[in-house]
Structures are given as C-alpha cells and as structure tokens.
C-alpha cells in the first residue's frame, strides 16, 4: 500500500484544546474534491484526525508499506467517514 507522509508547517491547535506540534509525522488518509487533506497522526499516544488545508502542511516522502487487513479496513472506514 503506498503511504503518503506529511508534516505541519505551524504547530495547529484543535477545537478540544489539544495541539499538534508541527515536527509531528502525518499520514494522509484522503484528499476531497475541494483539495482539503485529511489526516491522521503517526506515531503519536493518541491518534487525532483533521482536516488541513495544504498550504498548511509539507509533504515529506510516499512508501510503500505492508499493512495487515485490520490496519487495511480501519483505514477504510475513516476514507468512508466511519470514524466509530
């Protein structure tokens, strides 16, 4: 499966009062047809999923990964909005 890693440019603050500190790896999930990014946090305690514009992130590198068939259909379900 090929992955595409990004960062933030600037630190972003979430609506809950968290923040994501712009050094932290993101994997994109999915681009809508209005160009916004959806994201997730990689390798963080606590995966947080946001949207970003993407004149606010940089792009890092693309891989191409093996993923077993949990991280597959969870993966999925976020691309489809099934988020619970």
């Known amino acids: 499966m090929k992955v595409d ?5 600037e630190e972003k603050q979430m609506g809950d009062g968290q923040s994501i500190p712009k050094d932290q ?5 999915k681009e809508d047809e209005d160009g916004l990014l959806f994201f997730e946090t990689h ?7 946001f949207w970003s514009n993407k004149n606010k992130v940089e792009f890092i590198e693309s ?6 068939d949990e991280k597959i ?8 909005g099934e988020f619970l």
Do not use: G, M
């Open 5 to 9: 890693y990004y960062k933030l440019i």
């Open 25 to 29: 790896e993101l994997i994109l999930i």
């Open 43 to 49: 390798n963080d305690d606590y995966k947080k999923l």
């Open 63 to 68: 891989s191409e990964e093996e993923w077993d």
């Open 73 to 80: 259909n969870k993966r999925n379900r976020y691309i489809n």
